[in-house]
């Protein structure tokens, strides 16, 4: 049986592994990875459109791994539009890449479930293998914060550098063009970079539940003299 210690510390690493899986749910389920404003571009230029004019063609746009909305003003007013990434989208994006983004979140997930499984066991029992106390956490913790950051990284490389904004608010339009004129990274992604940095603290806790605590000791009394037969002599 392990120490209190040692169960309060795996205790509270299987709460931040519960933490880091729910955040990469979340953000695999909604639509907030990246928004922004786009201008319609074709409208503004067919009435000839002046600075004080753009924001009758400026709509908003924000979407995720899997779907998202549009909403553009082409000087008809606001039209909001579904966006749905798989199955059809996907082939005008950089799928690969996409794809990758997802997978390597998915197997993130794995990994903490599996981190959250070790954090429970530890918390109950010591282990006679060291692949199943500390070392394996954070072997897992590791993997899982790696294969996490990956995904970050792929997702930002699509943003930045394969102009997945552009292609997903141009997606269907035969008479208008848009341009992106500012995006963001929104609340979505940044769940997935708290995942990442719970591993991190998972790490510290584990490193943590090593630390011995002195035990408390009970106060000696004080010796009382011995009183031999020689000493009354004396």
């Given at each position: 049986?392990?120490?209190?210690?040692?169960?309060?510390?795996?205790?509270?690493?299987?709460?931040l592994c519960?933490?880091?899986?729910?955040?990469?749910?979340?953000?695999l389920a909604?639509?907030?990875?990246?928004?922004?404003?786009?201008?319609?571009?074709?409208?503004?230029?067919?009435?000839?459109?002046?600075?004080?004019?753009?924001?009758?063609?400026?709509?908003?746009?924000?979407?995720?791994?899997?779907?998202?909305?549009?909403?553009?003003?082409?000087?008809?007013?606001?039209?909001?539009?579904?966006?749905?990434?798989?199955?059809?989208?996907?082939?005008?994006?950089?799928?690969?890449?996409?794809?990758?983004?997802?997978?390597?979140?998915?197997?993130?997930?794995?990994?903490?479930?599996?981190?959250?499984?070790?954090?429970?066991?530890?918390?109950?029992?010591v282990p006679?293998?060291?692949?199943?106390?500390?070392?394996?956490?954070?072997?897992?913790?590791?993997?899982?914060?790696?294969?996490?950051?990956?995904?970050?990284?792929?997702?930002?490389?699509?943003?930045?550098?394969?102009?997945?904004?552009?292609?997903?608010?141009?997606?269907?339009?035969?008479?208008?063009?848009?341009?992106?004129?500012?995006?963001?990274?929104?609340?979505?992604?940044?769940?997935?970079?708290?995942?990442?940095?719970?591993?991190?603290?998972?790490?510290?806790?584990?490193?943590?539940?090593?630390?011995?605590?002195?035990?408390?000791?009970?106060?000696?009394?004080?010796?009382?003299?011995?009183?031999?037969?020689?000493?009354?002599?004396?």
């Amino acid at each position: 049986m392990p120490s209190l210690w040692k169960r309060l510390t795996f205790s509270f690493a299987t709460l931040l592994c519960v933490l880091s899986a729910t955040l990469l749910l979340v953000a695999l389920a909604t639509e907030r990875w990246v928004s922004g404003r786009i201008l319609c571009g074709t409208g503004a230029e067919l009435v000839s459109a002046n600075c004080s004019e753009l924001d009758k063609f400026t709509g908003h746009i924000y979407y995720g791994l899997f779907q998202g909305q549009k909403t553009r003003r082409c000087g008809l007013g606001n039209r909001s539009t579904k966006i749905y990434i798989f199955p059809t989208l996907v082939h005008t994006l950089n799928t690969g890449l996409h794809v990758m983004v997802i997978v390597f979140l998915l197997v993130a997930v794995g990994f903490t479930l599996l981190s959250l499984s070790f954090s429970i066991y530890n918390a109950r029992k010591v282990p006679y293998q060291s692949i199943k106390g500390p070392t394996g956490l954070y072997i897992w913790n590791t993997i899982a914060g790696v294969f996490g950051s990956l995904a970050v990284l792929c997702f930002l490389a699509a943003v930045r550098h394969h102009r997945l904004t552009e292609r997903v608010s141009n997606y269907q339009e035969n008479l208008f063009h848009f341009s992106i004129l500012d995006e963001r990274l929104d609340w979505s992604f940044w769940l997935g970079v708290a995942s990442i940095a719970t591993h991190g603290v998972v790490c510290v806790v584990v490193a943590m539940s090593r630390i011995k605590l002195p035990k408390p000791q009970n106060k000696k009394q004080s010796e009382q003299p011995t009183v031999t037969a020689e000493v009354l002599m004396y």
